[in-house]
């Protein structure tokens, strides 16, 4: 049945009306990104419950995590102070190669010469053995702790920001800048994040209400009627967002959508978390995420302002909780004495669909894989930007669009999946049980054949899980060429080419590097200037 657009219109210009179940990061970038899309005409209200608290330990982001302020109309100097943000230009793997090993995965494109990507003329002829400092300036401004910008706000790649528009009633989307990369995201921690965006909804007309979400009720075609809650009654709504994280309240308990676990592939399930004070008076706050490989995972590292976000992202079939929490506090120290534990159990997969009739899971009810790579936040990012392209009118349409929707959004926690477990087949370090199976173990369908191929010719957006997942190309050929466990080889036909515009590229890569480490103040000095007001 074809719906005609005046039909289409009708339906669509009554208001609708969206509840959003759960108030952590996801419920409050979705209130805010669809009241910065749609404004009073989408009714919007988020009940959260003051018992169940929220996931928030001090997260690390994509660099598309800029379109979501920029769509929210917000500066850097508004939210980073009230989030305690910093800089991250790079993840830096530490130990996962062998003890005293690292390397980075940086925001910054790999330059290609005469047709052939920076990482095939470096295998060619290694420069030094530091792939990553030889092919990206980022490394060398990580290594110097330095900011992406100036003290006067420029930034590093003047671009970026020739690339803005002039137009400020446009906004941007992922979608839009793929391709370009944009030289760094942030460290923040989610949880103020989720604060600073109540007040962004709310003052923009969303209702909040707190309060417990005790049932849900389906009406007879199975769609949700409402949910009801302990106080403020019955919530009605055509759209429900379950931000519930990981317990799925709506989308898996109550309408049984199945959860397909990654566990198989991926089985990292724990994580034990630690907020360790930093004094920004003595102590350099490093611009990127650090991941050290452990005996059963890996602990990351998160520079916050007067602070850093630290935790043991561990697999409990080879370590208890009391061990992780051990080996996580040697780590850091003295520093972490009277700082109280977090122990957490992960979810890893997705649901089945995470768009289920009237109701769309977002954030951890919808899929999370363990933090290496940071991709939390970015699946709500991408979630949300869908929704609003997939909008339901109401309409016979709609299931087409929900299918899109669910299709989009799956291949994203896929490839990531797939990214993910890249990281431990190909991590040369196999000194316990642990770090050996991660080269025995089951790899998702297509990843053992696309790492054959990846032995001869260096992953390039024909080789790389072929739909969109965020990661482009040259991560991969970052993660193959740092982790050192997996054999790669240049193109045979490098042998026959003329490599002198590659080595000029290499050394205009270092003097670049070289320049800007002298120029950049410190990550310390950029937030004590923002903070001050600059
Ligand atoms: C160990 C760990 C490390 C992470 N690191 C990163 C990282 O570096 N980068 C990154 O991008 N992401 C990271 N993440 C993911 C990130 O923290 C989450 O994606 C993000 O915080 C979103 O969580 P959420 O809002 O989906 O769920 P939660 O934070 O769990 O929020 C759930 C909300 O639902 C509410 N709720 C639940 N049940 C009810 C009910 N019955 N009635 C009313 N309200 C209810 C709760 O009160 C709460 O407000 C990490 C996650 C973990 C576990
Ligand atoms: N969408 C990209 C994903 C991406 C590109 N380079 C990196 C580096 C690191 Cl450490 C994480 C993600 C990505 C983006 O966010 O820019």
């Not at 420029?154 to 020739?162: C, K, P, R, T």
């Not at 534990?341 to 289920?356: D, F, Q």
């Not at 392209?389 to 109401?394: C, D, E, L, N």
């Not at 466990?485 to 050394?507: C, Q, R, T």
Request: glycine letters at 8%.
């Amino acid at each position: 049945m074809s719906v005609s657009g005046s039909e289409r219109s009708a339906e669509g210009n009554r208001k609708k009306r969206v509840v959003i179940v759960g108030g952590g990061t996801a419920g409050w970038m979705t209130a805010s990104y669809l009241t910065a899309a749609f404004g009073d005409r989408v009714d919007l209200t988020v009940v959260e419950s003051a018992q169940i608290g929220t996931i928030g330990v001090g997260e690390a982001t994509f660099s598309d995590i800029r379109h979501f302020f920029e769509f929210l109309r917000l500066e850097e100097s508004d939210w980073m102070p009230e989030c305690n943000a910093t800089y991250k230009l790079a993840v830096r793997f530490e130990n996962w190669r062998e003890p005293g090993h690292h390397f980075y995965h940086p925001f910054e494109q790999m330059s290609s010469v005469d047709g052939f990507p920076l990482s095939d003329w470096w295998l060619r002829n290694p420069t030094t053995s530091r792939f990553d400092k030889d092919s990206f300036v980022m490394t060398s401004l990580c290594d110097a702790g330095v900011s992406p910008r100036y003290l006067d706000g420029s930034l590093i790649d003047q671009d970026f920001v020739e690339q803005e528009r002039d137009d400020d009633s446009a906004r941007s989307t992922i979608a839009e800048y793929q391709g370009a990369q944009f030289p760094y995201a942030y460290h923040f921690e989610a949880h103020l994040l989720a604060k600073y965006l109540t007040g962004y909804a709310t003052r923009r007309g969303t209702r909040h209400i707190v309060d417990n979400v005790v049932d849900v009720a389906l009406d007879e075609r199975g769609w949700i009627s409402h949910v009801r809650t302990e106080e403020h009654g019955d919530l009605e709504a055509d759209l429900f967002v379950d931000c519930t994280g990981f317990r799925g309240l709506l989308l898996n308990k109550a309408l049984g959508e199945p959860f397909v676990s990654y566990q198989d592939t991926l089985p990292n399930d724990s994580a034990v978390a630690l907020q360790v004070p930093l004094d920004m008076e003595r102590e350099p706050i490093r611009p990127c995420t650090t991941a050290t490989a452990q005996e059963a995972g890996w602990i990351w590292t998160i520079p916050l302002i007067s602070r850093v976000g630290t935790g043991y992202v561990y697999a409990s079939d080879y370590t208890t909780p009391e061990q992780a929490e051990r080996v996580l506090r040697d780590f850091v120290g003295p520093a972490a004495a009277d700082v109280p534990a977090n122990h957490i159990k992960m979810r890893i997969g997705r649901s089945r669909r995470s768009w289920v009739n009237n109701c769309v899971g977002v954030g951890l009810s919808s899929g999370f894989v363990e933090p290496l790579e940071s991709t939390g936040i970015f699946f709500i990012h991408h979630a949300i930007e869908q929704i609003v392209k997939y909008f339901p009118s109401g309409g016979a349409g709609d299931d087409r669009l929900r299918e899109l929707y669910n299709r989009s959004v799956g291949h994203v926690m896929d490839g990531v999946r797939e990214f993910l477990v890249l990281h431990y087949r190909s991590a040369k370090r196999a000194d316990n049980q642990y770090w050996k199976d991660t080269k025995t173990r089951t790899v998702p369908d297509s990843l053992a054949e696309r790492i054959e191929f990846w032995k001869h010719k260096v992953p390039d957006a024909e080789t790389v899980y072929p739909y969109y997942h965020g990661l482009p190309p040259y991560s991969y050929n970052c993660i193959l060429l740092g982790m050192g466990g997996i054999d790669v080889n240049y193109s045979p036909a490098l042998d026959w080419a003329n490599e002198k515009a590659a080595l000029a590229e290499f050394e205009r890569i270092r003097v670049k590097a070289e320049k800007l480490v002298q120029e950049l103040p410190t990550q310390n000095e950029y937030f004590a200037a923002m903070r001050a007001g600059r």
